[in-house]
Every structure is written in structure tokens, then in C-alpha cells.
């Protein structure tokens, strides 16, 4: 549950990252915290544009890529889930393994 204040801060971490996207277009670290946050709050589309952006930045960043994953795990998108668990797999195969065991105990 979201009251006022922790809205308030909400909205001051998005400003605050956005910000910092400004001055640092080229860190994938920053458009990776930005879409946890969208994420956590049920906010996927722009969840998703950070994680595409952050991957553009770092395409081979298999912690982001295991993010997305997880952000599709939790829309209910199987399917693409899986896509980028394939992705994962020819980079680094024992993480999407892993990836996968923790979430068939879900």
C-alpha cells in the first residue's frame, strides 16, 4: 500500500533518477534502478523501456536481462519470459539454470 509520503518519495526517486539519466545517458546502472522502481509499482511499460534502454547500453548484462525476465515472470508473460531466458542461456548458462530453479520452487 502506497499513502502520500511514501508517493511523495516515489516520485522523488523517478525525478531524482531521471535527472541523473540526463547527465549520464550512457549508464545502464542508473535506467536499471529506474525500472525496479516502475516495476515494483506495477508501472511495466516503463519498466520495460528501461530495461530495453539499460540492455541497449549493456546488451550482454545478464543481471539486467535476468531483471526483465523476472518483470515479464510477473506480468504473466510466459512466453517472453523464456525469450530472454534464451538470451541469458548463450551467455551464461549456469545463471539462467539457476534462474529457473528458483522460480519452479514459486
Do not use: T, W
Not at 531524482?16 to 535506467?31: G, R
Not at 515494483?40 to 547500453?57: G, T
Amino acid at each position: 500500500i502506497i499513502d502520500e509520503k511514501n508517493e511523495d518519495i516515489l516520485k522523488n526517486a523517478i525525478k531524482v533518477l531521471n535527472d541523473i539519466i540526463k547527465s549520464y545517458p550512457e549508464n545502464a546502472d542508473f535506467y536499471n534502478a529506474l525500472a525496479y522502481i516502475y516495476g515494483e509499482n506495477n508501472d511495466y511499460n516503463n519498466a520495460l523501456q528501461c530495461y530495453d534502454e539499460a540492455l541497449r547500453i549493456e546488451p550482454n548484462n545478464v543481471n539486467i536481462m535476468l531483471k526483465k525476465a523476472d518483470l515479464y515472470h510477473s506480468m504473466g508473460l510466459d512466453s517472453k519470459e523464456q525469450d530472454v531466458l534464451k538470451q541469458v542461456e548463450k551467455i551464461n548458462p549456469k545463471k539462467a539454470e539457476y534462474y529457473r530453479l528458483i522460480h519452479s520452487y514459486q
